[in-house]
């Protein structure tokens, strides 16, 4: 043990009582940059990590999430197939503080790898449905967010204008839009507790299972269709086999679940357009444009329905997220 680690080890030791750290390795991660982390093995050969927040955003970020896994009781943890970090312990150092929490193992999923593997998708649906089947009383019991169909309406219709306003849309998608945003049916669907910000950062797997999910962050309650967008960057028979798993894991049968989830899925990359007007970054408006464009080829035929069309090539499309997460952390 060397350098930070060597100090992130002792911190470890403040904000656990009685934890001896036998050994440390690095911990990988989506949002390394953001953090000083590291695996710590003690003398019991249990495992924990241990992260301390680099910049103001990764501890805003850190600290919603430490709120989202305390709200996560044991009784709420046994009803998941999968791991979840437990809250060990923390330590102030300089202006911020160090967390400790119990280490769930696994490694990051390629999106391609939920077509080339379906017991993986399978495995990822169910581990959504599992989420979003937990009783809705924890989340509003603990004081985090509980969003009403207006609300996410609402939220999304800012977006689309925002991203009109830029006058760079393509004209077939804003029409798009426009439908959706004016079609009740599509957003008259019960709120159920979600992750929030799922995808391949926050998905562990080992071998073709779900071990673990991290980054809780965005726990609240809101549109299940959010937690499945992601998968929609990739190809089409891993959507389909996702939301069978997901429905038959007891998720919601909502006729219009796959429709909300490609209108989040299109509204990344709009979010991506506004980032790039903001920071006044040609290439991030010229990428998101492009984006936009093959959006319109892929789903916008005029016989199209909103997931008949679907291109296995747009995989670049579903990066916006960790494209909009990364930069912000860079720019935190």
Same mark, same amino acid.
């Given at each position: 043990m060397a350098g930070s680690q060597f100090t992130l080890a002792a911190l470890a030791t403040t904000a656990v009582p009685g934890l001896e750290v036998t050994g440390t390795r690095t911990l990988g991660s989506v949002a390394a940059g953001d953090y000083e982390s590291a695996v710590l093995r003690d003398a019991d050969g249990a495992t924990s990590a241990i992260r301390r927040p680099?910049?103001?955003?990764?501890?805003?970020?850190?600290?919603?999430?430490?709120l989202a896994i305390r709200a996560l009781s044991a009784g709420i943890r046994s009803r998941l197939p999968f791991g979840v970090p437990e809250y060990r312990g923390q330590a102030p150092i300089g202006s911020t503080r160090a967390i400790v929490?119990?280490?769930?193992?696994?490694?990051?999923?390629?999106?391609?790898?939920?077509?080339e593997r379906p017991a993986l998708a399978t495995s990822v649906g169910g581990a959504i449905a599992a989420v979003h089947v937990l009783p809705t009383s924890f989340v509003t019991d603990a004081g985090l967010p509980s969003l009403t169909p207006f609300e996410i309406l609402r939220s999304a219709v800012s977006v689309m204008d925002r991203a009109v306003a830029?006058?760079?849309?393509?004209?077939?998608?804003?029409?798009?839009?426009e439908g959706a945003a004016r079609d009740q049916q599509l957003w008259q669907f019960t709120?159920?507790?979600?992750h929030?910000?799922?995808?391949?950062?926050?998905?562990?797997?080992?071998? %073709? #299972?779900?071990?673990? =999910? !991290?980054?809780?962050? @965005?726990?609240?309650? /809101?549109?299940?269709?959010?937690? $499945? +967008?992601?998968?929609?960057?990739?190809?089409? %028979? #891993?959507?389909?086999? =996702? !939301?069978?798993?997901? @429905?038959?894991?007891? /998720?919601?049968?909502?006729?219009? $679940? +796959?429709?909300?989830?490609?209108?989040?899925?299109?509204?990344?990359?709009?979010?991506?357009?506004?980032?790039?007007?903001?920071?006044?970054?040609?290439?991030?408006?010229?990428?998101?444009?492009?984006?936009?464009?093959?959006?319109?080829?892929?789903?916008?035929?005029?016989?199209?329905?909103?997931?008949?069309?679907?291109?296995?090539?747009?995989?670049?499309?579903?990066?916006v997220e960790q494209l909009l997460s990364s930069t912000e952390r860079r720019h935190g």
């Open positions: 680099r910049n103001q955003r990764a501890e805003a970020r850190q600290s919603a999430d430490l929490t119990s280490y769930v193992p696994g490694t990051h999923p390629a999106l391609r790898t939920l077509a830029t006058k760079l849309v393509p004209a077939a998608l804003q029409e798009r839009w709120p159920t507790v979600v929030g910000s799922m995808g391949v950062d926050a998905i562990l797997v080992e071998g %073709d #299972a779900v071990s673990g =999910v !991290l980054g809780w962050g @965005e726990l609240r309650l /809101g549109d299940p269709a959010k937690d $499945l +967008a992601w998968v929609l960057a990739g190809r089409r %028979d #891993a959507f389909d086999t =996702v !939301l069978a798993a997901y @429905e038959a894991g007891g /998720g919601g049968r909502d006729r219009q $679940l +796959a429709q909300r989830a490609r209108v989040h899925h299109e509204l990344e990359t709009a979010q991506w357009l506004l980032h790039g007007v903001q920071a006044k970054s040609t290439e991030v408006v010229d990428d998101a444009v492009a984006m936009m464009h093959r959006l319109v080829d892929a789903v916008h035929a005029p016989s199209a329905t909103p997931l008949q069309s679907v291109s296995p090539d747009t995989m670049e499309i579903g990066e």
